[in-house]
């Protein structure tokens, strides 16, 4: 009989934790969601910040030939940010990774375009 209750015992709680199982792969996912959305929230005022930058910068470029030059590298750092994002969300194309990638990288490039900047003002 107490071999009986012991084996019940096992079946009770192996059956509860099968039932659980997809609750907490749904709640690992529903927090990745979350980690996600609020990287990207984050993400948001900074591609904002690359934007006027940009803007700042091609407006004060002196002639058309720079200015296209510029266009073109802002392009391809662009095409790099992608990129980037994408190895760096790896084989789970996760959207948390992705955004803490496109975050560093455009910090980055924000840091770079401010250096550019200030070093034309002091020309």
Known sequence: MAGMITLFRVVAVLGFVSLMMPVT???????????????????????QELTDLYQKTLIGLPTADAREKFTNAQN???????LQ???????????????????????ARIAELKAWVASQEKK
């Open 76 to 82: 391809a750092w662009m095409k790099y940010r992608d």
């Open 85 to 107: 994002g994408e190895f760096a969300a790896g084989a789970t194309e996760s959207k948390y990774l992705r955004a803490l990638s496109f975050t560093e990288t455009t910090k």
């Open 25 to 47: 792969a749904q709640a690992k996912d529903d927090s990745q969601a979350e980690l996600a959305e609020q990287a990207w929230t984050a993400y948001h005022p900074l591609e």
